[in-house]
């Protein structure tokens, strides 16, 4: 009897542990892609275009929400986010996102980043 509730026990830890993998995940692709609307919306993407983008912004969303980032990674992410979206951009596009510098901050990870060191 001991052990069935014990081997109970283990399922139930390493299924909630699985499942809240799973909500990181999930929480990631819905704020891409909630980015990539927004960005679409300013911006008139193309689909390709848009779905470049959301790919490349769930991996901010992963690398922002990493409990173990370091604030190193994290402004580097925001480098390198703002530099893919400025060579994947048109020249037409990257002038209407220089006139809205806040959409700017939310797509490179700025805001995060600021959002991350007040809470220290």
Not at 5 to 31: G, H, I, W, Y
């Amino acid at each position: 009897m001991k052990k069935l509730v014990a081997l109970v026990t283990l399922f139930l830890a390493f299924a909630v542990s699985a499942n809240a993998q799973e909500d990181k995940n999930m929480n990631a692709v819905n704020a891409a892609k909630a980015d990539a609307v927004k960005m679409t919306e300013k911006l008139s993407l193309t689909p390709e275009q848009q779905s470049a983008f959301v790919n490349l912004f769930v991996m901010k969303h992963q690398t922002m929400n990493d409990a173990g980032a370091t604030d190193a990674k994290k402004k580097e992410i925001t480098e390198v986010m703002n530099a893919k979206i400025r060579a994947t951009l048109t020249p037409a596009q990257n002038q209407a996102l220089d006139n809205d510098p806040e959409l700017l901050a939310t797509l490179t990870g700025t805001n995060e980043l600021k959002a991350a060191k007040a809470k220290k």
